[in-house]
T-cell receptor, first 111, second 115 residues
């Protein structure tokens, strides 16, 4: 049973436009959510996070939105740049046993 | 970059042989994790440690064991490697449990092929 779902395996966006990556979760005990970015042959790198007590967190071009009632979060990248092409993982936490990850979304920024 | 070193970075081994992957950190973080990444599955937790000699199982622990004799080292052992354990293995560290707002940081990965 997948507790964190990223339903879009890939997403193609034109350079300069907004990229919106979505994530749904089922476990109501999750109280902290993170996005990681991964380039091929490298480890995942932390991008941005949000606590369940907030509904929005911004960091430069990246904004994460959390809708607790819908158990949904999204990552907005504005404007999208070629270097943003990567796999993005949504992750959630509710305790000490690490993070639960989605399967990832491959974002492709088209020139 | 978080001070995490994984070794070996690449390894090819035969079915039935034992394999040990090492994770070394210089951050003195309490929590250490081993994840595997496979196509179509994302990242899945194998085992984690919350202190020296304190470990627990994750989602996909069958066929794996771990040890942590020092704060800085976390070893992942495949007692008898199988082809299904061909994967990319990531070590991760965290200063505290992630629900307190602390982020987990990942190493560069170890590519293991079992033939």
């Amino acid at each position: 049973d997948q507790q964190v779902k990223q339903n879009s395996p890939s997403l193609s966006v034109q350079e300069g436009r907004i990229s919106i990556l979505n994530c749904d979760y089922t476990n109501s005990m999750f109280d902290y959510f993170l996005w990681y970015k991964k380039y091929p042959a490298e480890g995942p790198t932390f991008l941005i996070s949000i606590s369940s007590i907030k509904d929005k967190n911004e960091d430069g071009r990246f904004t994460v939105f959390l809708n607790k009632s819908a158990k949904h979060l999204s990552l907005h990248i504005v404007p999208s740049q070629p270097g943003d092409s990567a796999v993005y993982f949504c992750a959630a936490s509710g305790g000490a046993d690490g993070l639960t990850f989605g399967k990832g979304t491959h974002l492709i920024i088209q020139p | 970059d978080a001070g995490i070193t994984q070794s070996p970075r690449h390894k090819v081994t035969e079915t039935g042989t034992p394999v040990t992957l090492r994770c070394h950190q210089t951050e003195n973080h309490r929590y250490m994790y081993w994840y595997r990444q496979d196509p179509g599955h994302g990242l899945r937790l194998i085992h984690y440690s919350y202190g020296v000699k304190d470990t627990d199982k994750g989602e996909v622990s069958d066929g794996y064991s771990v040890s942590r004799s020092k704060t800085e080292d976390f070893l992942l052992t495949l007692e008898s490697a199988t082809s299904s354990q061909t994967s990319v293995y990531f070590c991760a560290i965290s200063p505290a449990v992630s629900y307190s707002g602390n982020t987990i940081y990942f190493g560069e990965g170890s590519w293991l092929t079992v033939v």
